[in-house]
């Protein structure tokens, strides 16, 4: 689930809304950091979750493109590159 970190504390809090609909979400497969057309992709919906399928196999960073006035942020702090980790 992507969510808007009102508090930018890194943590999902209670009454943090939703990233807004159809943020995208990306699997890096090159770690890059940057999206590209042959990465596996999804965007949210209006509760802030998001399917990226097919999943691919092995280890990637999972990357939000922060919508125009948010910011990525991520919650794992083990991997400040991605916003998640796919292993």
């Known amino acids: 689930r992507v969510i808007w970190d ?9 009454y943090e809304p939703s990233a807004p609909l159809g943020t995208r979400v990306y699997a890096d497969l090159n770690g890059n950091r940057q999206f590209d057309a042959d990465e596996p992709t999804g965007l949210t919906d209006a ?29 794992n702090v083990n991997h400040p590159g991605g916003d998640a980790r796919h292993t």
């Open 47 to 75: 509760s802030g979750y998001y399917s990226i399928l097919p999943t691919p196999a092995g280890s990637y960073a999972l990357r939000v493109i922060a919508p125009p006035g948010f910011t990525a942020t991520s919650s």
């Open 6 to 14: 009102v508090n930018r504390n890194g943590t999902a809090g209670n």
